[in-house]
């Protein structure tokens, strides 16, 4: 599979999880990865899993606009860049967001986030 049919796999993957079943995001993280949430840092798979399944909200749903993505160095990892809209449940504004990760290839054949940034974009 070439890199950006890749990228939007595990976009859709994630997004799809984010929304659906959000304690499962922690199996795409390994102990080294970091997440920064909103200026937050967090490290380690069961903290970013704990810091995710901690956001004020039960539901929500990601509108991905755009998904570019850059090979990473030489084994193979890949930065993603995504930018979109955020629905929460019972809000009827949209809230425009961008995230980056960092993916790195697994000896198994899949990837894990080794970085994760994800911010809110105000107007």
């Not at 030489?74 to 930018?83: I, Q």
């Amino acid at each position: 599979m070439d890199p950006d049919s890749l990228s939007k796999a595990f976009v859709e993957h994630y997004y799809s999880t984010f929304d659906t079943n959000r304690p499962a995001l922690a199996g795409l993280y390994q102990d080294g990865s970091m997440l920064t949430f909103e200026g937050e840092k967090i490290q380690g798979a069961q903290q970013i899993g704990a810091k995710l399944n901690s956001l004020p909200f039960t539901q929500c749903k990601h509108n991905v606009s755009t998904v570019d993505c850059q090979p990473s160095g030489p084994a193979g990892g890949m930065v993603v860049f995504v930018s979109g809209n955020l629905q929460l449940q019972g809000e009827e504004h949209l809230l425009k967001f961008s995230q980056m990760f960092h993916l790195i290839p697994t000896p198994t054949g899949s990837f894990f986030v080794f970085n994760d940034i994800f911010r809110l974009n105000y107007a």
